[in-house]
């Protein structure tokens, strides 16, 4: 892929928004459902209905000791 190439699909992506199906879907009813609870009267925000798949938010990194613990937990 050349640059311009690579420039082109960037510009497409920013005015499409995510080439992945699925956080497009999550959008969409996310937005549905906000349209839907404010022509009800509700207070709702598009972000309540978003999945939080923990951007912005500390994560804990695994440590070899958590792979460990977690093998020998379903060791079963």
Do not use: C, H, I
């Amino acid at each position: 892929m050349t640059y311009v190439e690579s420039v082109n699909w960037m510009r497409y992506r920013r005015q499409t928004g995510p080439l992945n199906l699925g956080t497009r879907l999550d959008e969409g009813f996310a937005m549905l459902a906000t349209v839907f609870n404010n022509a009800m009267g509700g207070k709702a925000k598009f972000s309540d209905f978003m999945p939080d798949r923990g951007f912005g938010t500390e994560q804990k990194k695994a440590t070899p000791q958590d792979l460990l613990a977690l093998l020998q937990s379903v060791k079963g």
